[in-house]
């Protein structure tokens, strides 16, 4: 077979550095590196957490910065740049005093380089008090609509820079294909065309054309790269992976969200390999950098520089440490909490282990993304936005987005349910907003029940309201992995005509949500066998960041919804799903595992298909179902071949056969028969969702080129090999031959 080694715009851009214009911000940047010291550059790449520059034990409401300390950093250290929030979420006004007296402080400085103030907006400016809290990404992923997860960005980069903070540690590019793994649910899901698309969409709604807007901010591309797959699905553990799969799987959404023009770029806290992030010199300096022409800054994770000393073992001392980050292409080092960077990074230039070149070109990098800010002439947080924080319109956003991320798993003529029936509702998430946000939701691990509004509704109220009060109980049954009350729950479920059980998990993130078993806890699943063993129907409600093994839950369940986490509006959704009044248009973004070793992705390889079970889920990528229902039919190719440079037009009619309004994703799939390396079962390589109304009909149409068809060789290098192709679209299938 002819093999054609491509040249494709993703893997070979060369370096666009160029040489610094006379005039302009280019060279505005050069006059101020010039009379720069080398304290003050490895100032510049220095950033601390606010804990640093805060009276000690003071949160939330009662945070005081300490003006000592702040000089401190700012005049004697000179750090670029300080980050997060200590403990919890501030109000506007209080983010507001704490970026002015910052600014204040940069006054004094000799240069008075504005500081970069860094915080994790991830699901909106949640650390902000009353910002809207939209779906976390996973839920965000399974509406398919790039429109709203878009429209999301922007309200959450509103909020943000309202509260006077320019700089978000998001969007995730990482890939979700460890179920296991706690950071799950900030990924856009497992599949990279998905995952790519809607990174785009969230850098292009943070950032619009100009981050230097009121209502922008610059994005941070992370967690770069390859973070999501850790082996064994614990946190910041090791992950095994070739050129190969990075390239083809791991690194298109990083690529992506560089090419929509993220201006920073966090390193992966874990190691590719026996590689920490952080002394990866090829992912950053070679791939980033030069291959991908990225002209931004690379931050690196939590403490993670130290840790490469402490933790990670290639690093014989903390001096090391720096000199192998920074050489491996870190522009900052997140401390977060001392300074000793700065100084050891300032010994390493001194005795010429680290050269003044890559000191300067880190410093001209942070430097340019200040400029791009607008910060050197608007340092200062723009007081007429403290006015304009919270608009209608946000939370109607949000409501939106939260009902199109809930995937109906399972109907068996049970949902919608009529309003005024008999209803118990128990488990241990019905009653609580923090398991419909979970982590980076007020605080870090988004625990704290008394920090959410109180007029934002859980699932109960919801149903309460939807429902009649007088027609609902509510017995919690079980906590997450302890039985409470179980009887009670059956008890009270004999005076009921349906039961809604509201299961999942608690609000975690990070370290702290590593699980030892992916099912969901054992008093769960007895809860609905109890239940069920009454004989009531019962509809499971799943809340969660993970998909926890059902177990017995799925045949004891009649319906099953999977909420995900839906964020503030998500208790509100679901009650308008159960009832009928919206008609559920979510798809899953990954596939469901049937067991705990089920860990099959979609576009699995020929050879898992020789096993018993190939598959193994519960529910695959792209489930979701629908109150209507919608037939497929004429799928149509403009041609039968396609030439290497060439592209096909495919349509497909869908036609809503059912009685009411609905949402519905198209999904194009297409598979490789044949290639070099072992092919996928299958790749998505196109989505639009639509809406019909009863008995409409659409043509929908997609483009695909023959560049679409590309995958990493046996030579690391994207490739178009000749040969046949099938398309799939729902049940129907054609061909065709790229010649
Ligand atoms: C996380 C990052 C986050 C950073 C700053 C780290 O622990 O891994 O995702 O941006 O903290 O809060």
Redesign the pocket.
Known sequence: MLLLTCVLPMASQQTRQRPAPASGPEARIEQLLRQMTIEEKVGQMTQV?IDVVSVPNAVGRNHRLDPAKLEEAILKWKVGSI??VNGEAYTVEHWHEVLNQIQDVVEKSRLKIPVLY???S?HGANYTLDAVLFPNAISAAATWNVDLVKRAAEISAFQTRASGIPWT??P?EDIGRQPLWP?FF?TFGEDVHLASRLVTAYVEGLQGRDISARDKVAA?V??YAG?SMPFNGKD?TPAILDERTLRQVILPPYEAAVRAGAPTV?VN?GEISGVPGHANSWLIQDVLKKEWGFRGFVVS???DIKRLHTRDRVAPTPKDAVRIAVMAGVDMS?V?YDFSFAELLLQCVKEGSVPVSRIDDAVRRILRVKMQLGLFDRPRPDASMKAEFDKPEFHEANLQAAREALVLLKNEGLLPLAKGRRILVTGPNADLLSVLNGGWSLT?QGNREDLFPKNKLTIRKAIEQWNGAANTQYVKGVEWEKAADINAAVKAAEAADVVVAVLGEPSYC?TPGNIEDLALPEPQIRLIEALAQRGKPIVTVLVGGRPRVLRTITRNSKAILWAGLPGNEGGRAVAEVLFGDVNPSGKLPFSYPRNVNGFTTYDYKPLENTHDNPTGWEFPFGHGLSYTKFDYSDLKLSANTMTRTGSITISVKVRNSGSRAGKEVVQLYVSDLYRQVSPPNRELKGFQKIELAPGEEKTVEFQLAAKDLAFVGLNNRWTLEPGDYRVQIANLTAGFTLR
């Open positions: 957490t980050l997060n860094g915080i994790d991830i540690f998001y995730v950071r900030e941070c992370k967690h973070y910041r966090m806290s994770d939590w403490e997140m977060p870090w990070e």
